[in-house]
């Protein structure tokens, strides 16, 4: 049975997810196993659960929670679930939250790097009525280049019926996650009504690869050059590539910004869930104000017995992430930096808020963030061909360079405020969001806002849906 080696690569977060694991033939560090199947279980899935237990008592971050002789003998995932350190927003809010088991290895490791099997378009999900179950659908975003986006698809259309099925809040998992050739009928707000369309259009899923860059602009304001950048994921390079594309062109981008003399950052998380913690640190240093590769910008936890193991192999440098030297860094023409985000701004969202917290002023305008301040690793079995589960548990706890890592229930926004049902463009200042840190910038009302009251209620949204997590472990960096 196979199991995985600590690798320093990768860190995600999500959702605050923020570490890779995987397997290979020459891992150093490894749980160990007995061949002996002593459980007296002659279940399908003894081994396979066997393989799940092995590495979830060498890595998981809460292994000494672990039950004792659990039942082998249930289906994986059912048996992964019975392991994990139960969460309560009462009694145990330091809970598992994020822990999570996927069927197909290779899916997964494809969509934490950005490139899934969707039409395209991210959206959020509300109620019609406050009586009824009936949901409506609204686009926040969709991705270049997608069955969604070539469909002439854009922010702010919405809808109410998939396949000529109205959407409620018992049926939108099935028609919306798991639907791959839809037709949705589209809808709009008239004299203060929702009204259906008569207006369809028709998708096919595709294998897609999304760019986290959404936009990147310089705004002028009174004067001021006002740097704003929509960022979406944390993703280094496409998929299978071995590149650091994406992370590159942060940097052109934020060259270019420093060129244009702005003195102000606005950087949009607001649907970002998390992603690679070589991103994340790509990110935060860019940003921040006099940081360089001497400063700490977050360090790891492990489980005790896996914390002893690193230390002793590694030494305890292991456990720091410093900031990098980057050429476009922005954080001398800047004394602040203003992150818009929302309840789906996660993971390494949240890390590099965090980690910029001591060196420099950081506002945050939106709401409440996710609230994830621990990292997962992917785990696969790459010895065993019958085996193509994937696991995704906590195995950090990440603390910024003053020791803090108080963040669990989400950072609170300096500056609350939603988004109206209204949707505008990215970029465009009458954005509650965005006008709402323009007008914090130059002092002036004149920007976009929106009455908390009057904002709708979202009660689900596919972006929280991404594989993401803090990701920073991988089998090959550890050789």
Request: with cysteine; aromatic share 12%; proline share 4%.
């Amino acid at each position: 049975m196979k199991t995985c080696s600590i690798n320093k690569l990768l860190f995600v977060a999500l959702f605050v997810p923020f570490i890779l694991f995987s397997c290979s033939d020459d891992d150093e560090i490894t749980p160990t196993t007995s061949d002996d199947d002593d459980s007296g279980t002659t279940s399908d899935y003894a081994d396979i659960n066997e393989w799940i237990l092995a590495n979830m008592e060498y890595y998981y971050f809460w292994n000494d929670e672990i039950p004792d002789d659990p039942d082998l003998t249930q289906e994986p995932s059912d048996f992964f679930e019975s392991l994990l350190y139960t969460y309560d927003a009462t009694s145990n809010p330091e809970g598992d939250r994020f822990s999570y088991i996927s069927e197909d290895a290779d899916e997964l490791i494809s969509s934490l790097s950005g490139e899934t099997t969707s039409t395209g378009m991210e959206y959020r999900l509300f109620y019609v009525s406050a009586t009824g179950n009936e949901v409506l659908a609204q686009i926040v975003y969709t991705i270049a280049d997608s069955p969604a986006d070539e469909a002439g698809l854009e922010r702010g259309d919405m809808f109410t019926k998939v396949n000529g099925t109205t959407i409620t809040d018992e049926n939108y998992i099935d028609l919306l996650y798991y639907t791959t050739d839809m037709t949705i009928t589209l809808a709009e707000v008239q004299d203060g009504s929702l009204v259906d369309l008569d207006e369809t259009v028709s998708l096919t899923a595709a294998t897609i690869q999304e760019n986290p860059i959404y936009m990147d602009t310089v705004l002028e304001v009174d004067g001021q050059k006002i740097a704003y950048l929509v960022y979406n994921q944390f993703i280094p390079a496409p998929n299978n590539s071995s590149n650091t594309e994406y992370d590159d062109q942060l940097n052109e981008i934020f060259t270019e910004f420093k060129a244009a003399g702005a003195t102000e950052l606005i950087v949009d998380l607001r649907y970002n869930p998390g992603g690679y913690v070589t991103s994340a640190t790509t990110m935060a240093s860019l940003i921040g104000t006099g940081v360089s590769s001497n400063d700490l910008f977050f360090r790891e936890e492990y489980n005790e017995g896996l914390q002893e193991e690193i230390a002793a192999y590694y030494g305890d440098s292991y456990f720091e992430e410093n900031f990098t030297d980057m050429s476009g860094n922005i954080g001398g023409q800047i004394n602040r930096v203003y992150f818009l985000v929302t309840g789906s701004s996660a993971s390494s969202s949240e890390l590099v808020i965090n980690g910029l917290l001591p060196y420099m002023n950081v506002y945050l305008i939106g709401e409440t963030t996710y609230g994830k301040n621990v990292g997962s690793i992917t785990i696969t079995d790459d010895t065993d061909g019958d085996n193509n589960w994937a696991l995704q548990p906590i195995v950090m706890k990440a603390y910024n360079s003053l020791g803090n890592s108080d963040y669990s229930a989400g950072f609170t926004p300096d500056i609350e405020v939603s988004e109206d049902l209204e949707l505008v463009p990215f970029g465009d200042t009458s954005d509650p969001l965005l006008g709402t840190a323009l007008s914090a910038i130059s002092g002036s009302s004149r920007f976009g806002n929106v009455d908390n009251e009057d904002a709708p209620r979202v009660i689900a949204n596919s972006v929280s849906r991404k594989k993401v997590t803090f990701r920073k472990i991988s089998a090959e960096a550890l050789e």
